[in-house]
């Protein structure tokens, strides 16, 4: 009897040992459902979903498939939802299939999209804005479908990295400007459908993709549809395509015998393409050889004109990947102006003059930021895109803005800057500017001359992470500054006045906010000659555009801030900053760590709703910096958790080198870039870490 329950026990427990365990969920997954379970205001056809904890694989969530505790799939489609997808998609790094097409968004569609997914479809919803730069770092997509919303802006140069992309639908929105070049690298297209917008410009640059199904229908492409896409299945009507003969293609392109031949007014055939190439080959190699010739006769450009492109490069994106911090950039990136600088032409729109003489031209220095390894297209294409940059601001009427802004109405009002107003311009053409309105009693005396210096000088700041200064008017007493306008507002209101189901400000994403923000500095600090204090240095300065790149504002004003150091904003003056004289590239560099605390913590620099001891940032903050218990309590809770505890605790050290006390102890912005940098290379981030969400790690991740 006993040897019996004995085998009965044994056979019990095997069972338990052998029956399905279901694995519970990531936590990472769990809370990026749950966040986009309340942005999609809690709908009641998700059975199973929750707003917070819960078991989406163990307990069968709606439209939700897993792999072991990994959340794999998300379909939601046609279930009439409402509100938005929320800010932590990108934490679903094991989803690969996302599809919330047929339903009822609205919005942008977030920056932050699960990394790693091979098919998205968004298809027939009310998205607004832009395709997601994030997109041109998913190499495993294979299928886009982002048709029938409501798109509206140009497409980012983003496709070079998909060469696995299949399908791609943007038909049915309101996307305008020529075809990206990066469309080229689309190696794996069989179907495209761009039907139905306002692209313009040729379609040249899809001519060798292999396309089995094309569609351009109703845009208003122009030039000649390429012999290679003639023959395929496509839609080309409704656009502005040239009559008669193509050009024949620039020597190097791809030849096919059917290229060769082309139709009269009668419709006879004529051998004519071959002529007329082999006479433009002629033509233009000999030209070739003159412009060599000619090229080496001419001295190269002053290196400090070259210092200028290198400093002035703009990327649609300010990169964190590991790459960019090879040890080979000096070599590599002198190799590129060695074998370049020779073609500089002259006819570059930037004055050498007025840069050899400007106190704020940039001397032959690099900084930090250059400390990437671009490849030959890369550097040929940064390069070329700058001989377009002119120091020179566009004069504007005060007519013109008084026309754009609705003669600076209330309705047009950004906001109140320490030294005027800011109004948003907008034109028949679409086209949208920011406009600062100076205080006219800065002027008193009418010092249009000062003024016009000012502008000047600030035209002469390029940088990617500055904002760049357009315009300017000085008309009737009154002085206004033209910039470009960033659509989605500073980082002081991401940080404090977004609701919690909107703001998408990851760890990840403040790093890189630190980092660009930091790269501005440095230039204006330590690039620029003679140095360049900003004054103003605080959250509501910082604005970002589409793909939240920081760019830093108010940038080349210090002499407005001369009258009194109150102008700046409150709760980040540096302690000796009693009176303007004082104010150094220090000061700077205190105001700058102030904005990393707004980063690190989620609070205001000055908050009275706080209890006393919690309302100064700096001075409730700062002892608990190096104190990781304590740490992990003030961090912003809008973080969730998800955050590297190792890359935190070296954040906060780099804080508190900057709010130091003693300006004298503070760190050169240099080596806040510096650390910021290694900080990123300690986390080993690359640029699928940087659009993919933070994430819990453990101490063997570092």
């Given amino acids: 009897m006993h040897q019996k329950n004995i085998v009965s026990l044994w056979f019990v427990f095997f069972g338990v040992l052998t029956s ?6 990531k936590s990472p997954d769990v809370s990026a459902l749950n966040v986009m379970y309340s942005s999609l205001n809690s709908p009641s056809q998700l059975s199973g979903w929750k707003s917070s904890g819960g078991d989406p694989c163990g307990d069968s969530w709606e439209g939700i498939k897993c792999s072991g505790s990994s959340v794999t799939e998300i379909n939601l489609a046609g279930l009439g939802l409402t509100g938005s997808m929320g800010y932590q998609l990108s934490s679903l790094t094991s989803v690969t299939h996302f599809d919330l097409s047929d339903n009822n968004l609205k919005g942008e569609i977030p920056y ?37 919303n409501q798109l509206n802006n140009q497409l980012s140069d983003m496709f070079g990295k998909l060469s696995k992309l299949k399908e791609l639908d943007l038909s049915y929105n309101s996307l305008s400007g020529n075809l990206p070049q990066s469309f080229q690298s689309l190696s794996s297209l069989k179907k ?31 030039g000649w549809i390429p012999e290679e896409l003639k023959d395929i299945d496509s839609g080309t009507g409704g ?41 433009a080959l002629g033509v233009l190699a000999a030209i070739g050889i003159l412009i060599a010739l000619f090229s080496r006769r001419k001295s190269p450009p002053p290196s400090h004109f070259l210092d200028e492109e290198r400093i002035s490069q703009r990327r649609s994106f300010t990169p964190l990947a590991s790459r960019e911090l090879s040890q080979d950039f000096h070599t590599g990136i002198r190799k590129d102006f060695k074998d370049n600088s020779r073609s500089l032409d002259s006819s570059a729109s930037i004055d050498i003059k007025s840069l050899q003489n400007s106190p704020s031209s940039c001397p032959k220095r690099a900084s930090s930021d250059f400390k990437q390894s671009y490849d030959d297209n890369e550097f040929a294409n940064r390069l070329n895109s700058k001989r377009s940059t002119s120091v020179r601001a566009i004069s504007y009427s005060l007519a013109d803005l008084q026309l754009a802004t609705g003669n600076f109405a209330t309705g047009r009002l950004l906001g109140q800057g320490s030294i005027g107003r800011i109004y948003r311009a907008k034109y028949a053409d679409g086209k949208v500017l920011a406009v600062k309105k100076i205080d006219s009693s800065l002027f008193q005396g009418g010092r249009v001359e000062e ?33 470009e306008y960033f659509r989605n507002g500073s980082l002081h209101e991401f940080l404090h006045m977004s609701d919690d189901y909107s703001k998408p400000l990851t760890w990840n994403t403040r790093i890189r906010i630190a980092l660009g923000t930091a790269r501005a500095v440095e230039y204006l600090h330590e690039v620029c000659s003679p140095s360049s204090v900003h004054k103003n240095i605080k959250s509501s300065n910082i604005l970002f555009d589409a793909e939240l790149n920081p760019h830093l504002s108010d940038c080349g ?58 309302q ?87």
């Fill in 451 to 483: 003024f016009l210096q000012i502008v000047s000088n600030i035209s002469r700041l390029h940088h990617p992470n500055i904002a760049e200064l357009i315009g300017h008017c000085s008309e009737q007493g009154h002085n206004m500054l033209v910039y």
């Fill in 557 to 614: 004003l210090a002499t407005f801030h001369q009258r009194t150091s109150q102008n700046l904003g409150v709760g980040y003056n540096a302690p000796e900053c009693t009176k303007p004289s004082a104010y150094t590239v220090k000061s700077d560099v205190y105001s700058f760590g102030v904005v990393m605390l707004e980063l690190l913590t989620g609070r205001m620099p000055l908050d009275s709703s706080k209890p006393k001891p919690e």
């Fill in 239 to 279: 656009n502005s395509w040239s009559s008669g003969p193509a050009p024949p293609p620039p020597p190097g392109a791809k030849h096919h015998a059917n290229q060769h031949s082309t139709k009269n007014d009668d419709g006879k055939s004529v051998k004519s393409g071959v002529t007329i190439a082999g006479i």
């Fill in 20 to 25: 399905p365990v279901h694995s519970k969920t």
């Fill in 112 to 148: 932050q999209l699960p990394p790693n997914v091979a098919h998205i479809d968004l298809s027939r919803n009310g998205f607004s804005g832009g395709v997601p730069y994030s997109i041109s770092q998913m190499t495993d997509l294979e299928y886009l479908n982002l048709g029938h």
């Fill in 192 to 222: 495209l459908n761009l039907e139905n917008n306002q692209f313009s410009g040729p379609i040249n640059v899809l001519a060798n993709l292999p396309l089995k199904d094309l569609n351009v229908e109703n845009n208003q492409f122009t």
């Fill in 616 to 702: 100064c940032l700096v001075r409730w903050a700062t002892p608990q910096l190096h104190d990781i218990d304590a740490l992990g309590k003030m961090v912003d809770p809008a973080l969730r958790g998800l955050y590297p505890p190792k890359s935190l605790s070296r954040f906060a050290d780099i804080i508190a080198l900057c709010v130091q006390l003693e300006p004298e102890f503070r760190p050169p912005m240099s080596e806040v870039v510096q650390s910021l940098m290694r900080l990123v290379q300690r986390s080993s981030f690359n640029y699928r870490d940087d659009f993919g969400g933070s994430r819990r790690m453990d101490d063997h991740d570092y």
